[in-house]
Every structure is written in C-alpha cells, then in structure tokens.
C-alpha cells in the first residue's frame, strides 16, 4: 500500500469511547485483510455497520466457460461488444481462472445499490468516462487512464458522469499490491520505482452521511460469484473518521514513469501490480530501443509458464494489427509475435510509440468466457502468414 493515511476524527487512542456531535457515541470498526497481520484501517460509523434488515439471494456472477474447441491465440474485437447496465452488473466476464477474473463493462446506467466484494480485490481500469469513486473511506475522483484499486471488503458506488463510460475489471481472489521489489523494508517506494507515493490519490472527502430509514438502503455483498442483498437501515457511507493503510485508491498509468533501453525490455520492467497468479504491466508511450541496430518490436516468445493477455487504450500498436478495445490472448505453448511484416516496417519508423495497453500475465491457465465467442476474430490466426 502507498502509506499511513488518515481522514476525518479519528480518537488519539484505538478501541476507546468516541462520541462525535452531541454526544453520538460512534462505533469503531476494523477493516482488515489477512486476518490480523495484513494492512488494515480503523473506521469510526454513526450507525452499527452489522445491521442488515434483510438478506436475499440474488444471482449467480459465475462466469459461463466457452470451449473454443482448440488451444489457440485470439483476438477479442470487444469493440463489438453492446453497452449495457451499470459499472457492477454491466461486467461481462472474458478469461477468468481460480485466481482472476477479467470482465468489461460498457456503462450506460448508473448504479443504484451499493457494492462490497466480500472476497476479492479488483482492480478497475478506466478506459473511457470520468466521475467519482465514491465509498465509506471517502471519494475518489477518477478520469481516463485510471486504474482504480478497491480492496475487498469497501462498500463502493462508481459514479460515472452522464452514466457513460467504458471499463476493464480485475477481480482477484486475494491482494492486489505493488510489486514488492519496488518497496523497501518499510513499504516506502524506492528511488528506481516507476511511480511514488505522490501519485496514488487517496480518498479525499468522507460523505459521513446519517440518513436513516427502515431497509432504505441497498447493498449488493458478493461472496466468491454469489450476490446477496442486504437492506440496511443506515446509509453505508456513514463512516466520520478512519486511519490506517488499507483503503482504495487511483494511480493514473499516465503517471508511470516510461522504461526504455538501447535494446529490447521485456515486460517485468513494465510491472505496475502484482496479484495472486498474476502480474498487471503498463505499456505507456515512450522512446523505443534507440540503438541502431535495434529491432524496436518484441521478439517472438511461448510465454511456457504463463498466458498473455493485452488491453489495447490508445495508439498505435506496431508490432499487431489491432485496434483500440481489442483484446489479445497468447495462452502458453505456440508462439507469439510480431504480425508478418511488422519487424521490417519497425526497423524505418521513428524510436517512439504512442501505444498504450494494459497487460495482464496469469501463471495458470485462463479459460475464456461466453461473451468472448461472439468478440473472437479468427482471422488473427492469419497474420503471421508469409505469402510466398
Ligand atoms: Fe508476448
């Protein structure tokens, strides 16, 4: 986590008496992961956070497997893919495993329950829209080009403006961090890290909210892929004070800092998170491999132990023939690369790039979803061909 961070009244001492206004005493909660040696935070409710009138199934966020029938690369067009529902229930699942689930959702509605995923961090990457991440440690304002860490646990209501707006979901089942050798023994970010503390924006206004009223508030919990409606009497953001380390936060991939080099990085030099199973990237505009002899597009690789999938933002990409939205899959075994053709137009280009791309590598396997069929372009397979 980027530091101790504190918002609103806190007590000077944890676990005593703490009345706020006219003598309201509050009630204190710990708001932890990994029982009690992980990161947490120390909230401070007008109202007992347990309440709940009542409770209800809803549905089943499960996603459904799609078997394409053979182990191959695929291009996703989810430029296809239909707006429909809000930043929650608008996710379509497209590659999940026991560890990560990818989803993307084009927002057209806005959200009219609150949301706690009981179990997994997600990490929400904002292609498109602006608006507030709102949620009972305090609002956090996003735009273009944000990724959104929520911990798991946090009651959120992303608000879009104008309810548009175009996202990639990571769900992970356990931490979402920064890579541990970007921090030293005291969780500080070293001098080498591609980003540091001041650019991963914190909660910065607590909507302390006392609404009351018997069941008025709505809550989705999902536990693992099941939703359950709770109906709380109390508004969830009702929280005046917390200190602590774990809270959710935006760090914009403009602000990470481009690597480059005389020759060839390969992708660990562009790690932003780290999660379970999986490792996210940032491909930012930046100089490429400035030597003269360099070949400045990747060179083929198997990836043997883990499958490759990349989000397309903005530019150009030179070394694919995609386009933005596209999504790639190179699971492991065959080889990936440059398209026919892209190593030779690389070579008289000029040393920048203007590509932007999310890259997610998982260590198990991923299995595509239902959504991804109809998204899935099969003339990819075609442009490594050399016509002779
Ligand atoms: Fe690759």
Not at 169 to 197: F, K, V
Not at 343 to 366: C, G, H, K, Q, Y
Request: proline share 9%; aromatic share 10%.
């Amino acid at each position: 986590m980027p530091s101790y961070h504190r918002l609103g009244q806190v007590p000077a001492k944890r676990h005593v008496r703490f009345q706020v206004g006219e003598n309201r005493l509050c009630c204190e909660e710990v708001f932890g992961t990994e029982g009690f040696a992980g990161n947490y935070s120390i909230l401070y409710h007008l109202s007992p956070p347990a309440q709940a009138r009542s409770i209800e199934p809803v549905c089943s966020t499960a996603p459904e497997p799609w078997e394409p029938g053979a182990h191959r690369h695929h291009h996703l067009r989810t430029s296809r893919l239909r707006a429909g529902g809000n930043p929650i229930d608008g996710r379509v699942p497209l590659l999940f495993n026991e560890q990560v689930t990818i989803s993307l959702a084009v927002v057209d509605q806005p959200q009219p329950y609150f949301y706690k995923n009981g179990t997994r961090d997600e990490l929400v990457f904002v292609h498109e829209g602006t608006g507030v991440l709102a949620t009972q440690l305090g609002e956090v304002p996003f735009r273009p080009g944000d990724y959104l860490y929520v911990p798991r646990g946090t009651i959120q209501q992303l608000r879009f403006v104008g309810n548009r707006g175009r996202i990639l979901a990571i769900e992970a089942n356990g931490s979402i961090d920064t890579p541990r050798r970007y921090r030293n023994e005291h969780g500080q970010l070293l001098e080498h890290a591609p980003y540091w503390e001041r650019d991963f924006r914190r909660p910065d206004r607590l909507e302390a909210r006392d609404d009351q009223g018997p069941g008025k508030f709505l809550v989705h919990l999902k536990i693992a892929d099941q939703v359950y409606a709770y109906r709380v009497d109390h508004h969830p953001f009702d929280v005046v004070g917390w200190d602590g380390y774990l809270y959710p936060y935006a760090l914009s991939i403009h602000d990470f800092e481009p690597r480059a080099g005389r020759l060839h990085l390969p992708p660990p030099t562009h790690q932003t998170f780290e999660g379970p199973g999986f490792v996210v990237c940032s491909f930012v505009p930046r100089q490429l491999d400035w030597d003269p002899e360099a070949v400045p597009v990747p060179y083929y690789h198997s990836n043997l132990d883990s499958d490759e999938v990349l989000y397309y933002v903005d530019g150009d990409y030179g070394a694919r023939k995609v386009e933005v939205g596209s999504i790639t899959l190179h699971p492991r075994g065959w080889a990936h690369g440059p398209s026919t053709g892209a190593i030779d137009a690389s070579l008289s280009r000029p040393r920048v790039t203007d590509e932007l791309a999310v890259m997610v590598d998982t260590f198990n396997s991923l299995r595509l979803a239902a959504a991804a069929a109809e998204l899935d372009d099969l003339s990819y397979l075609r442009s490594w061909d050399v016509d002779r």
